[in-house]
């Protein structure tokens, strides 16, 4: 499937017209449901090979070797886990807050100190939920160096991420989608 006919699949499957509150507390006249698409294997499938892409272009570009890729509660977690198969690399998931039981920890997966880290995201708005993530990577010692989102809304999580000092691509702008904002 062309990049234009996934963008394309993916608007029809998961493109909700409506009045919404965004995770950024923003309203927005539509959203774009990641579980639509992220829960469906032929389209999950397709996204795979293109988070790879991007991630053998930044080790290209820095000349660097990515260690792991991270995901986060909920929404990264298959996204992480397609991406994983079709790179080799090792996943870390990122939850939301550390569990209060058995092993107590935020971190599923392995990560040694130094590790280079690039975090996979869903749906970006104001890239809130990915800095967080980041945080958390960081207070573990992982080299955070990326955030590749799949849909960038184009409402500033290029600008913040970057600000935090990070570099910022998506698979995807709503434009791309053709989601006329």
Do not use: C, W
């Not at 807050?97 to 040694?112: F, I, M, N, P, W």
């Not at 939920?129 to 992982?142: D, I, P």
């Not at 960038?152 to 053709?178: M, P, Q, W, Y």
């Amino acid at each position: 499937m062309s990049k234009e006919a996934l963008a394309k699949e993916i608007a029809q499957v998961a493109l909700l017209r409506g009045n919404f509150t965004l995770r950024s507390g923003k309203t927005s006249t539509y959203y774009l449901d990641k579980y639509l698409f992220s829960t469906r294997p032929e389209l999950l499938g397709q996204l795979a090979p293109l988070f790879a892409e991007r991630l053998d272009g930044l080790e290209s570009r820095l000349d660097l070797e990515i260690d792991r890729i991270a995901g986060a509660e909920l929404g990264g977690i298959p996204l992480v886990t397609a991406a994983s198969l079709a790179t080799g690399l090792p996943v870390i998931f990122v939850r939301n807050k550390k569990k209060d039981y058995g092993t107590s920890k935020q971190l599923e997966g392995a990560v040694e100190k130094g590790d280079v880290v690039v975090l996979l995201e869903d749906v970006a708005t104001t890239g809130g939920q990915a800095l967080e993530a980041v945080e958390v990577l960081r207070e573990a010692g992982a080299k955070v160096i990326a955030v590749i989102a799949t849909i960038d809304r184009l409402e500033g999580a290029r600008e913040n991420i970057e600000k935090a000092g990070l570099l910022f691509e998506s698979l995807f702008t709503v434009h791309e989608l053709g989601v006329q904002t």
